[in-house]
């Protein structure tokens, strides 16, 4: 059983910063693509950023230049750097990794997170 646990959700000023944070835990062999998404109240969820097992990163318009994602695969860890934060990043945030549980697994599997609230008052 694989899991993703997101953490590091929580209030903050428009204009600061916060950091979230996603842990991979159980059978795990390889992992494929890391990313965030968000999905805000009465909005379908989006792609936030993503990294691929090597490293490179893309990311959505409205968040390119303020946030940073990064990955420690020694942790099996991905990580969402937010600064210069706005109202309108008010969101639910969800963690989505392809993992392999095992070496003989065919394809990637898509794993979600449960989720962090993240709340930017103006």
């Known amino acids: 059983q694989v899991q993703l646990v997101e953490s590091g959700g929580g209030l903050v000023q428009a204009g600061g910063s916060l950091r979230l944070s996603c842990a991979a835990s159980g059978s795990i062999f390889s992992i494929n693509a890391m990313g965030w998404y968000r999905q805000a109240p009465g909005k379908q969820r989006e792609l936030v950023a993503a990294?691929?097992?090597?490293?490179?990163?893309n990311y959505a318009d409205p968040v390119r230049g303020r946030f940073t994602i990064s990955r420690d695969n020694a942790k099996n860890t991905v990580y969402l750097q937010m600064n210069s934060l706005k109202p309108e990043d008010t969101a639910v945030y969800y963690c989505n990794a392809e993992i392999k549980a095992q070496m003989g697994a065919v394809r990637y599997r898509e794993v979600w997170g449960q989720g962090t609230l993240v709340t930017v008052s103006s």
């Open positions: 990294i691929t097992s090597g490293s490179s990163t």
